[in-house]
């Protein structure tokens, strides 16, 4: 088991973190494709449309999203010097829930270092970031076809509070999205912005 530690994202990190989350999204396909065999449904697409939102959206500028924003960060795994997992925290969109969570954004670890703990050391270190922030949860969401995240989320006290077609052509193509929250203890009140 190779040794890792979990650091904040630099801007010499940009392009590993990139394909770290492009490739960890397309591994999915594999699973997307089983799925589309088995309904004669293509969701494959989405997985893909996807990919490409996220890498012109927010991971465009990591920096501006997430280091300089209130209450968002974003963190890397590093192993023999490398990039090996990533995950970002910001406040979520959800109005019902703004101002009470945060929403743990764009896990990924290299398939490599799966199953070194490096998942739960960065899903640890979104809840400790949101305790200490004085937020009452975590909240994140996750497809149908990661189920491998799903049992990790799972494991580490989050539950299934919802699920929801990502668009129109996903509720066509019956390919949903599972919403979670992770309940953080000792919070009675919002906490102060």
Request: aromatic share 10%.
């Amino acid at each position: 088991m190779a040794s890792y530690r979990i650091r904040q994202y630099r801007d010499q990190d940009y392009d590993a973190v990139r394909t770290l989350f492009a490739r960890g999204i397309l591994e999915h396909a594999p699973a997307g494709y089983r799925y589309v065999l088995r309904s004669a449904r293509a969701k494959l697409e989405l997985l893909v449309l996807f990919v490409v939102q996220a890498l012109s959206t927010d991971l465009h500028d990591i920096p501006a999203s997430y280091l300089r924003a209130p209450d968002s960060c974003f963190w890397v795994a590093e192993a023999e010097g490398a990039v090996v997992g990533m995950v970002a925290v910001a406040p979520t969109q959800d109005l019902a829930e703004r101002g009470m969570a945060l929403e743990l954004k764009r896990m990924s670890v290299s398939k490599d270092y799966r199953g070194q703990g490096i998942s739960k050391a960065l899903c640890g270190e979104v809840l400790r970031f949101a305790r200490a922030r004085g937020y009452r949860a975590v909240v994140l969401s996750t497809s149908m076809v990661q189920v491998a995240a799903q049992r990790l989320y799972e494991g580490q006290g989050f539950r299934k509070v919802g699920t929801f077609s990502p668009s129109l052509l996903g509720s066509l193509l019956c390919f949903q999205v599972f919403h979670y929250r992770c309940d953080l203890p000792g919070r009675t009140t919002a906490p102060p912005h």
